[in-house]
């Protein structure tokens, strides 16, 4: 036998939970799971339930989904007894997790839309709180976490739905087991292996097993771990390494009155992790307050309204000092935010700091946000003077060492002066591996190679006025990053930064690029943001980055110049009024508080994809976090903390088609780049940290070009596939193909004829690709489960953007223009494009007929995409119509369907399909004409519909 299969794998899981303390119990019908409920329920309370009294208690659990039942989870209930005495009734023991009663059972089944019979489940108190589902060893993970993605729709919402207090999934195969927290919103990019202390991964799942699963461990995940999202109306639940930051100052504050910093890479989810530090602290009876500094103003904001997400009752802002003292003295306030600049004047103007020296004997804990910040020195000082039983801790992507420090007074002060020892550490080269954050992709382009006499290396020694700020420099930039853009961005699925050197420059970065786009050269959205003051080259280029805001607001540390005076407000003034034109905006920069408004507006267009380009010097370089951000043009010095804190904009993790963050440099940053990965990692992470140069990417391709060949030589032999399991091994290969092509597609130089294959036959492929994508789709009316179900197909790897309805209509146009033995060419061309891309292939019969039937009628080529819009309604209104007569709907209700998934993004329940027929089915076909009705709604939507305003 070459495999361990699946029944040996969960009888082990199973005689191990027992050996670590879980209770084994049988359990394999729903009344077997109430009967069990009920015992554990009065063995934890101590007391013991009538029927009624019971039923009371079941219909209490009944109630909500996923998101509300783990707040009924964590509450009590009032039962009102039988003889009108009122107990309250615990679900779990949150404050002694250990004191909780732990069982494992196996094989439960449950009737849904299906019958599904789960693999191990860990019940705490009788609940279902922990569901590990396994599959055999050579099976991809991803099957079992999508076998749990059915579950969540065809039976664990059933009958009393106990099922959906489920806290923590876990999925194995033996040899890799991740864990996740449940959630309507599930995506496996978001399962997370668990690790020890130095973050080494436990993948196997017997060690796993040993240390996640052991009673008191998982409790106290589930108690203290899982946080729920009260703004997404979803659980979460901290990843390894997090868990041990929270540990590490929880225990240094019980043990210990010294210091500490977390030093957590960039885009690690910080957030969260600081949050969940504070709440714990909060409930630590010696702890007078919590308070969370940040160093800006909309940072503030910004942790507010996180801090709140997690948890709304858990904090306020304070808008000003005043408020920041007044909250101070609170006794119903135990976890504050603030920036440094109003802790400073709290403690320093005497008019606050009378107020608040009732708390300096106090004991407060200090967590700083960013704590790798210059300008915590100063501040630093003053609260350790002024608090006498104070504790500081720090979190930090890119702590401040000897190497990259900033002399102040001929004192290098470091992450290790301020806050002492680093209690934990999970550096970049960590999260890229755990595939938290992706690589960089660096490619450095040399404005001067054609010049005579001027190399790369020499660049830093030309006079700086000469070259930087030369109108054939700047503008032969700004051409190459239009030429470039599309290829970077997927075609604007993504967006980019462009950071500069200094105000002066981004002014004529920024004119440039709005006399090309008013020339017609490119179609790019633009925006900019600065503050008043100069921005000097950074000619040291130390890695500070310093913070711009507006110059009245005492948002920094180092003063600001008077707003009158401000060399650069008419041009920003301008910029804003074009913001304005093209976003219908009302923004101005005429004070602090419109500037901010400002600010956050341009932060929340980034991130929704309506600004192409922003153009930078410092602010948002620190900070911001946009997963829909993923190219970085550079042409400014950076280096160590600025130069990582800065590419990190580019390399949060969304989806398929992001496979690493962009940066493209135009000054030389090779050895800046080289010594900050070895300053932030260690010197042999360069490989770990950026993706293979495009050599090795295309030896890659090729190689997978071989697996592919020797799967499926020639297209059609993809039609001669046997059996499932081989075209599983197909789409497998391909997938890897799409993968590479995806990561060579962003760089400037690609091209097929590098490659082996050829660029007809990859979208060759790719129709086969998709054509199997289609069967299994359509395939949905049979019992058994297929092998191919569980493969993610990864379609957005295949959706290009710039592939659109309105491109198909220009070619349409051409085709019509071209002479006759040319035009069977451009036609198979047009349906090949169709065929091969994933958005359009179910329009093909309609297009195909189209340029058949009416595309030789028409008589003037301007009239093409007319003509096709009257062809498209008429086809759409007889789909509609046909769809209305062969399933009995009532037309103006099925209508209403398609308009409220439109408007909504729902589609409509069981029930409110059943009320659109003409006839109400029987419960015995009730479901499975559903079923057949919702799809045939989606698919038409998809056809008729989608795309079809582009």
């Known amino acids: 036998m070459t495999t361990q299969p699946e029944q040996v794998l969960e009888n082990n899981l199973v005689s191990q939970l027992i050996a670590l ?3 084994p119990i049988t359990i394999k019908t729903e009344d077997d799971l109430l009967s069990n409920l009920k015992t554990q329920l009065e063995k ?12 009371r208690i079941l219909l209490h659990l009944s109630k909500g989904n996923v998101f509300d039942k783990a707040k009924t989870l964590r509450d009590k209930y009032v039962l009102q007894k039988d003889n009108g005495d009122k107990a309250y009734i615990e679900f779990i023991n949150q404050d002694f997790w250990c004191q909780n009663q732990f069982q494992v059972t196996n094989q439960v089944t449950i009737n849904g839309k299906r019958e599904n019979r789960y693999d191990v489940t860990v019940l705490i108190n009788g609940l279902p709180l922990v569901q590990i589902e396994l599959k055999r060893r050579g099976i991809e993970l991803k099957e079992a976490f999508n076998q749990i993605q059915r579950y969540q729709k065809e039976s664990f919402a059933f009958n009393n739905a106990l ?7 876990v999925i194995s195969n033996g040899v890799d087991t991740k864990y996740y927290a449940n959630s309507q919103k599930q995506s496996f990019k978001f399962t997370s292996f668990w690790s020890d202390e130095k973050n080494k991964k436990i993948t196997q799942l017997e060690p796993f097993a040993n240390i996640f699963l052991e009673p008191c461990h998982i409790a106290k995940m589930i ?16 990843r390894p390494y997090q868990f041990y930051a929270v540990e590490s100052i929880i225990d240094r504050v019980k043990n210990s009155d010294k210091n500490g910093y977390i030093w957590h890479t960039t885009g690690s989810g910080k957030t969260l992790t600081s949050f969940k530090a504070s709440q714990i602290l909060t409930h630590n009876p010696k702890i007078k307050k919590v308070v969370f500094v940040v160093d800006r103003q909309d940072l503030d904001d910004q942790t507010v309204r996180e801090f709140q ?4 009752e858990s904090i306020d802002g304070t808008e000003d000092t005043k408020t920041l003292v007044k909250q101070f003295l609170d006794n119903s306030r135990p976890l504050l935010v603030t920036t440094i600049q109003k802790l400073n004047s709290a403690i320093s103007k005497a008019k606050f700091k009378k107020q608040i020296e009732a708390l300096k004997d106090e004991k407060i804990v200090f967590i700083f946000d960013e704590c790798h910040r210059s300008q915590f020195g100063d501040t630093h000082r003053r609260i350790v003077n002024f608090f006498t039983n104070h504790q500081l801790f720090g979190f930090t992507g890119t702590p401040i060492f000897v190497k990259n420090a900033i002399s102040k007074k001929s004192i290098k002060q470091t992450t290790a002066n301020l806050f002492h020892e680093c209690l934990h550490q999970y550096v970049i080269t960590d999260a890229i591996r755990d595939e938290n954050v992706l690589k960089f992709s660096i490619e450095y382009y040399n404005v001067f190679k054609n010049k005579e006499g001027i190399e790369d290396v020499k660049v830093e020694d030309i006079n700086k006025q000469e070259v930087y700020e030369s109108n054939e420099y700047l503008n032969s930039i700004t051409n190459y990053i239009i030429a470039n853009h599309n290829r970077k961005t997927h075609h604007r699925a993504f967006t980019a930064m462009f950071c500069v050197s200094s105000v002066d420059i981004l002014i004529k970065y920024y004119e440039l690029l709005k006399a090309k786009k008013e020339a017609g050269e490119h179609r790019l959205n633009i925006a900019t943001i600065f503050s008043y003051a100069p921005n000097p080259e950074d000619k040291e280029a130390t890695g500070e980055i310093p913070e711009e805001d507006f110059p009245d607001q005492p948002m920094a540390a180092e003063p600001r110049a008077a707003y009158g005076i401000m060399p650069h407000k008419d041009k920003l003034d301008e910029y804003i009024t074009d913001y304005n034109l093209q976003f219908g905006s009302k923004h101005s920069a005429k004070d602090g508080k419109t500037f901010l408004s400002y600010k956050k507006d341009i932060s929340q267009r980034v991130k929704n994809k309506q600004i192409d380009i922003l153009l930078v ?5 620190t900070g911001f976090d946009s997963k829909t951000l993923n190219t970085l043009y550079v042409d400014k010095n950076l280096n160590y903390h600025g130069l990582i804190q800065a590419y990190s904009r580019t390399n949060r993790i969304l989806n398929e088609k992001k496979s690493q963050g962009n940066i493209l440099a135009f000054r030389n940053l090779k050895q800046n780049t080289d010594d900050a990965i070895a300053l932030f990692s260690d010197k042999n992470a360069q490989e770990t940290i950026v993706i293979a140069p495009y050599e090795e990417q295309i030896k890659k391709f090729n190689e997978a070009y071989k697996v592919l060949m020797s799967i499926a030589p020639t297209v059609d032999s993809v039609n001669d596939l046997v059996t499932e399991n081989d075209e599983l091994e197909f789409a497998k290969a391909f997938r890897e193909i799409m993968r590479l092509k995806n990561i060579l597609s962003s760089f400037v130089e690609f091209t097929f004829d590098d490659t082996y294959m050829k660029d007809q036959e990859f979208a060759d492929y790719t129709s086969k690709y998709l054509d199997l994508y289609d069967k299994i789709k359509t395939n949905s009316q049979k019992e058994s489960v297929s092998i191919l179900d569980e493969i993610d197909f990864e379609l957005e790897l295949i ?12 070619l349409l146009a051409k085709l019509k223009d071209a002479k006759p033995k040319d035009q069977a060419k451009q036609k198979k061309q047009i349906i090949d494009l169709i065929a091969g891309e994933s958005e359009l292939r179910s329009k093909r019969v309609l297009i195909e007929k189209f340029i058949q039937n009416n595309l030789p009628k028409i008589t003037d080529n301007d009239n093409v995409e007319d003509e096709f819009k009257t062809y498209w309604k008429e086809e759409t209104k007889n789909a509609l119509a046909e769809l209305s007569t062969t399933e009995a709907l009532k037309q103006e209700k099925l209508e209403n369907i398609i308009n409220d998934f439109l408007f909504t993004g729902r589609m409509a329940t069981e029930d409110e399909v059943i009320a659109a027929l003409e006839k109400r089915p029987s419960v015995l076909h009730r479901e499975s004409i559903s079923t057949r009705v919702t799809q045939k709604i989606k698919d038409f939507i998809q056809t008729f519909i989608n795309g079809m305003d582009n």
């Open 21 to 23: 303390g879980h209770k």
């Open 44 to 55: 934890h309370n101590k007391t013991t339930f009538t029927t009624p009294e019971f039923n």
């Open 163 to 169: 099922f959906n207090y489920v806290q923590i999934f």
């Open 223 to 238: 108690t203290k771990y899982v946080v729920l999202h009260e703004s997404d109306k979803t659980l979460m639940v901290l």
């Open 309 to 312: 997400a997690f948890d709304k």
């Open 617 to 621: 010097v410092n602010m948002f370089l």
């Open 799 to 810: 959706h290009r953007d710039e592939i659109n309805v309105a491109y198909i209509m220009k």
